[in-house]
C-alpha cells in the first residue's frame, strides 16, 4: 500500500501514539509528547480500529509512548491489537520501571523493539533528572530487554550542564552491551528550559564523524548513525531549527485521547478521531480524518522561513 503524501511531498509511513499521559516519573525537562490535557484514553479495541486504518493507508510502523506506556494494565492487549491490524514494526519507548517483569509477555505479543529512556549512568544524576531512584530497575529492565530479543535503544537526553559529561560513559556503555544509543538534543518546546539546559551535539558530532567504521541515515528525520562498532551505533536527534529533520518526518501523531496531531510543536489544528468513533461513525469518516490530518501537515522548521 502506498502512504499518502502531504501537501510538502512527505509520506506519511509511521505514527507515534501516546497510550496514556499517565507517568511515574517526573523528569523536569519532559515535553509530553507536545500535548499536556487530561483525557478519556482509548481502549485496546479503538487503538486497533485506528491502526488498521492507519495499515490501509501506508503506515507501517508505530512507536507507543506516553506518559509511561507501561502503567496500562492492557499494555499487552493493546501491542497485539496494532501487531493484529497490519502494523509491521511496533515500538514502544519507555522508563522501563516494569520492563524487567513485562520484557517477556511484550515479546511474545509482538513487539519488535524498544527505546529505553537512560538519562544517566549516576544514581544521583538519574534520580536529579527523574524525580525517582530509577536507576538499577532500568538497568534491569534493559538486560531483560536485550535478553528476550527486543533490541532495546538506548534513549539519552543530554542536558547542560546537568549529564553532558557522560556522553562518553553512556557511549562506551552502549558499546560495550552492544546495543544502540540515540543521543537527543533538548526540544524547544518550553522556551525558557531550552535556553539553561539545550546542549549542542555539533562537538560530539564531530568526533563520531572522526571515529566511525559507517554511517548511514535513519528513515524518520533522516537522522545520522554513526557506527562505532559492526552493529552498533550512535544515533543524533538534532531538532532545533533544522528544516533537514523536518523533510524527514514521516509520522502523524495519536494523543491519548484520540486526536491526530500533525507535529509535537503544533497544538493548533488536532483532529478528533475518538468522539466520532465512539458516536458510531464508521470506518470510510475516520480514513476522511486521517486524511484531513495528513493533508495539515507542514514542517515546522522550513528551509529559509522559521518560528522565531
Ligand atoms: N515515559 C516514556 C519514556 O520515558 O520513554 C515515554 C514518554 S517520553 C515523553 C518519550 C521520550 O521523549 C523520552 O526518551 C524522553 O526522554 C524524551 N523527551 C522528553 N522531553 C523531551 C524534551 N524536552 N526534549 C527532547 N526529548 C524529550
Known sequence: MKPLMDRFGRPVRSVRISVTNRCNYRCFFCHR???DIEGSEMTPQEIERIMRI???????????TGGEPLLRSDIIEIVRGMKRAGIREVSMTTNAWRLGELAEKLSDAGLDRV???????DSKTYKFITGVNGLERA?????????????????????RGV?????????EFSVKRGVNLQLIELLDTDID??????????????KLRDMAIKFDQNVLHGRPRYYLSKNTYVELVRSFRNP??????????ITHDGKFKTCIMRNDNLIDFLEKMRAGVGDEELEKLFRSAVSLREPYYKLGKNPT
Open 244 to 253: 533537514l529533520f523536518c523533510m524527514g518526518c514521516d509520522r502523524i501523531r
Open 33 to 35: 509528547e507536545g500535548y
Open 193 to 206: 528550559l531550552f535556553k539553561k539546559y539545550h546542549f549542542s551535539l555539533s562537538g560530539v558530532e564531530k
Open 163 to 171: 549529564n553532558d559529561g557522560e556522553v562518553w560513559r553512556m557511549i
Open 139 to 159: 538497568l534491569k529492565g534493559l538486560d531483560e530487554a536485550i535478553r528476550m530479543g527486543l533490541k532495546p535503544k538506548i534513549n539519552m537526553v543530554v542536558l
Open 54 to 64: 492507519l495499515v490501509r493507508n501506508g503506515v507501517t510502523r508505530a512507536k507507543i
Open 115 to 121: 527505546n529505553i529512556s537512560l538519562h544517566s549512568l
